[in-house]
Nanobody, 122 residues
Framework: QVQLVESGGGLVQAGGSLRLSCVAS????????MGWYRQAPGKERELVAA???????NYADSVKGRFTVSRDNAKNTLHLQMNNLKPEDTSVYYC????????????????WGQGTQVTVSS
């Protein structure tokens, strides 16, 4: 199994910054791409940013130019630097990982973690 634990959320005023972290443990060799998702009350969970093992990234249009996703494969950590935060960014943020298509790896890593709350005031 792979466990993902998010941290770094908090309360910040619009225009401020936060840096989220995600620590992976367990069978981390099975991790391929990783990503940050967010889900606000009453809304669907959406992909915010994703990164491959090689460092290629993708971002939701709403966060391009403001958020930066990075990873440290050696330390099994994932980060999301969030700058110029807006009230619309208020949400619970989750990290997630895709499993490699290897015979020794599971088809998926199971349920989501608890996430970390980000609240941006205007």
């Amino acid at each position: 199994q792979v466990q993902l634990v998010e941290s770094g959320g908090g309360l910040v005023q619009a225009g401020g910054s936060l840096r989220l972290s995600c620590v992976a443990s367990g069978d981390t060799n099975c991790i391929s791409s990783m990503g940050w998702y967010r889900q606000a009350p009453g809304k669907e969970r959406e992909l915010v940013a994703a990164i491959t093992t090689g460092g290629s990234t993708n971002y939701a249009d709403s966060v391009k130019g403001r958020f930066t996703v990075s990873r440290d494969n050696a330390k099994n950590t994932l980060h999301l630097q969030m700058n110029n935060l807006k009230p619309e960014d208020t949400s619970v943020y989750y990290c997630n990982a895709e499993s490699r298509r290897w015979p020794t790896c599971p088809h998926d890593f199971g349920s989501w973690g608890q996430g970390t709350q980000v609240t941006v005031s205007s």
